[in-house]
């Protein structure tokens, strides 16, 4: 959930913290104006990819992270809210075979772990909400000692009711958050670009809103919420409930590249909770106009505090390359990682395709429709897209079905070699081919260990999950899986 190094917002730093946050959003703009961002032409990405310490039962293995990242020094790693760990992959060219490289730095990170809690009969496990999960997992209590993350808890929900999950479930209607440890339930991927210009930033930017939902189809991975079927990916409104509200859908459109962060800088719909331990710049302006980039430590820690569950801006202040890229924070964890890369590889392919421009005369309010479709159904979701007859509901695999020879053409446009993108398309193809994803293997498999095994609902999902960690740990795409063993 972003860097530790802050402090709580109180009502005598409140004031400092907007005001601050304005001045450094005015920087921002005049780097961007003064041609100082995104000057280098080439194309990066990265990848923040999470995941759950579970024990031999299946559990979570709470408070330990931080133990086992002390042997872990010098590795990108950093602990999460809960029992779980994220791994910040340094940023590799687009260019090339660019997923393979980063499939191999996430699994050299994924071996140095497993060396270190193997000793503990703990396993690592990239699934997007643990089924396993209980409500005693989710108190205060169980949230990593990091001051920021107590500090979040404070800010969001000290002296405040209950939040009620957002849903289109009835029987889910009285399931309620009442600590930032509710959002602890769920693990994610975030991939993240950077353009080559600021206006491919806002090109990239409207086709990633387009393309996501998608994308979050064809990967649901979450599809239990404290062990009951929800949702075929229930991580958003986990998230919303368990940050009062700060985790929506992306608001609309784009027209400039300084809009994502105009509204996370938004202090009177996002008030601050947290400031950096350092002094505002009193006139980073002043700095711009000399020439010098600016920190921004104060609107990247609000940038930081605003989670939108589509895209979001990410701003690097570093003196090699200033830049502003976007991150896509819709995705869950696994299965594998080939799937996690065959995931970014379909977005990527999609931001980087000019013949998803066409499709950004389609009205906002059905892409953020499409994510609530996307997201309760998973490889059967139809969504809204234009046709000759207007916007019509189409079946998701037919959708990418018809987009894969333009995404495929994105990606090779981009540099990247032609056996690169066929290798990650190929697993989405399997994808739909097969009808199969982590959330549809983790619900058939259920049933049927439920049905044919006769096992009660508890010991089904843990059967499951001792499966799903036994397939994902030879890499191989999720489709592949049997579900009949």
Request: aromatic share 8%; glycine share 6%.
């Amino acid at each position: 959930m972003g860097a530790n190094e802050v402090t709580l917002v109180t009502k005598d730093s409140r004031q400092r913290t907007e005001d601050a946050i304005t001045r450094e959003l005015q920087a921002l703009r005049e780097l961007g104006n003064r041609g100082l961002l995104n000057q280098k032409p080439d194309r990066t990405f990265g990848l923040e990819g999470e995941a759950w310490l579970c024990d031999s039962e299946g559990r979570p293995w709470h408070n330990q992270n931080l133990k086992i990242l002390k042997r872990l020094s010098g590795h990108p790693i950093a602990p999460e809210l809960g029992a779980q760990i994220e791994i910040n992959a340094l940023p590799l060219p687009l260019t090339g075979e660019p997923f393979t490289a980063m499939a191999d730095q996430l699994q050299a990170e994924h071996e140095a772990l497993n060396r270190v809690i193997e000793a503990h009969d703990v396993k690592l496990v990239r699934i997007g909400s643990l089924p396993t999960l209980k409500a005693s997992d989710i108190t205060p209590n169980r949230i990593t000692k990091v001051d920021r993350y107590r500090d979040l808890n404070t800010a969001l929900w000290k002296d405040k009711d209950p939040y009620p999950l957002p849903s289109l479930d009835k029987p889910h209607t009285q399931i309620m958050a009442e600590s930032v440890a509710f959002e602890s339930q769920i693990t994610s991927i975030q991939p993240h670009i950077k353009p080559a210009s600021l206006d491919e930033f806002v090109r990239m930017y409207n086709r990633g809103l387009i393309i996501l939902p998608l994308v979050l189809a064809l990967s649901a991975n979450a599809p239990y919420l404290l062990g009951e079927k929800f949702w075929a990916d229930s991580r958003w409104p986990i998230f919303m409930a368990g940050t009062r509200g700060r985790a929506d859908w992306n608001p609309g459109y784009i027209e400039h590249w300084l809009d994502p962060f105009t509204h996370t800088a938004d202090t009177e719909s996002f008030p601050p909770l947290l400031h950096p331990d350092v002094e505002a710049d009193p006139d980073p302006l002043k700095a711009v106009r000399s020439g010098e980039i600016p920190d921004l430590h104060y609107l990247k820690t609000q940038n930081g505090t605003v989670w939108p569950m589509g895209l979001r801006g990410v701003i690097d202040t570093s003196a090699d390359d200033p830049h502003v890229r976007i991150e896509a924070r819709a995705l869950p964890a696994g299965p594998t990682t080939i799937d996690e890369l065959a995931n970014t590889a379909l977005l990527f392919g999609g931001m980087l395709s000019i013949a998803l421009d066409k499709f950004r005369s389609m009205p906002y309010y059905y892409v953020r429709y499409n994510y609530l479709l996307a997201a309760r159904h998973g490889l059967n979701a139809k969504l809204w897209w234009p046709s000759p007859k207007g916007i019509d509901q189409t079946s998701v695999c037919d959708l990418v079905k018809r987009l894969l020879p333009a995404i495929t053409q994105g990606l090779t446009n981009a540099g990247i070699e032609a056996d690169e993108a066929k290798r990650y398309l190929d697993v989405i193809k399997q994808r739909i081919k097969s009808r199969q994803n982590g959330a549809t293997f983790q619900v058939d498999r259920v049933h049927q260990l439920e049905t044919a095994g006769r096992l009660n609902h508890a010991d089904a999902l843990r059967a499951m999950l001792d499966e799903y960690i036994e397939l994902a740990a030879d890499n191989q795409p999720v489709a592949t899986w049997p579900t009949c063993r």
